[in-house]
């Protein structure tokens, strides 16, 4: 099994603690202050849930 192939069979809340935040990977623009306070796989998983060219969060 190749990592993709490992990547494709993880459900979304393993890949939104697996990822980088979408805002650093330029795809969305999700309000965030960087704070020690920052749920990065909560935002991770909310983008992951939303439709695909919905840029924006709150």
């Not at 490992?6 to 999700?30: F, Q, R, Y």
């Not at 749920?39 to 439709?51: D, F, G, R, S, T």
Request: with cysteine; aromatic share 6%.
């Amino acid at each position: 099994m190749t990592n993709y192939e490992l990547i494709k069979n993880m459900s979304v809340e393993e890949i939104a603690a697996t990822i980088m935040c979408p805002n650093d990977m330029g795809m969305a623009e999700i309000k965030c202050d960087k704070s020690d306070d920052c749920n990065y796989c909560k935002c991770c998983l909310e983008w992951l849930q939303q439709e695909a060219g919905s840029a924006t969060n709150g």
